[in-house]
């Protein structure tokens, strides 16, 4: 029996392959064939649990496994940049006032100052450091996407999200998903 | 001997956060005139246009790198005589080998304070800190 592989289900095909090769050899009459077969059983069992554990990774069906968490950490770089520019606006006008100041108040200040526009740079570093894991990422999810087609269809766990209240966590949204402070009090307004 | 204070810097960053901490920064050493740039290309231009006294650039930028601009400024005739100093949280040997090989006169890594900047920019323009 010669296994007959295409490029998008080479595993899949390669799975049913194995088994059938187990059925068949199960039914010989060789007193050697146990420990071949009990070792082929063994693939076959780990490919099925590989598989169900993917399956379980996509779970959100065609929902990309990494694109949202992607867009959280960008969402970071965007949130900490509006930060870092609020400090700044507030070290500029100390800085302006510090200059209308004598001395010592005024060098205090500056210095002061000096020190905020030097912490600033963390939305620079820790920008650069979340852009790196976002790259990483969305490299695993083109991956995973791969290996998901290699497989074929992917048995879907029940349930596999979290239930109840616990489903209610899903901290804070995304800007482009976000609910204004106008949306949420309309919102009440109808619930009340 | 202190800094130029009449200097013409152009800084290169593509975080509006850093172009601020820069401005800010060297504002405080009482240098203002100061040009900004979000990437290589548009720095090139503004040097091509009129050349500093002092570029300072970040090394990780697309489409155009730190480096990338450090190359095209030293094979320039009239820019490559102009110091640049790389800011950049690229620290490993290998980067910094390969910006000095490049002709970078001077490496700052982030995040830095502002007495090294003071001290950097010194030190490429030839005066005491």
Known sequence: MEPQFNNASRLLDAHGFLDRVIAELRVLQSPQKDTLVSVLQYLSDHIRTTRSEIGALRQGGNTPLFGNTADELEEIITETARAAGSIMDAAEAIESVAATLGPPANGALMEAVTKIYEASAFQDITGQRITKVVGVLLSLEVKLASLTEAFGSLPQPPNAGPQGDEALLNGPQLMKNASSQSDIDALFETLS | ?129
């Open chain 2, 1 to 129: 001997m202190s800094l130029n204070k009449n200097m013409r810097v152009v800084i290169v960053d593509d975080y509006t956060t850093m172009l601020r901490i820069l401005r800010n920064l060297l504002r405080q050493l009482e240098i203002e005139n100061v040009e900004e740039a979000n990437d290589g290309d548009t720095a090139f231009h503004l040097m091509q246009k009129s050349p500093p006294d002092l570029i300072i650039s970040d090394w990780n930028m697309a489409p155009m790198t730190g480096l990338d601009l450090l190359r095209k400024v030293r094979a320039d005739a009239r820019l490559r005589h102009i110091p640049f100093i790389m800011v950049t949280a690229e620290s490993k040997t290998e980067n910094v080998i390969a910006a000095k090989q490049a002709g970078v006169s001077n490496y700052i890594v982030k995040p830095f304070n502002a007495d090294t900047l003071r001290a950097k920019i010194a030190s490429v323009c030839g005066v005491t800190a």
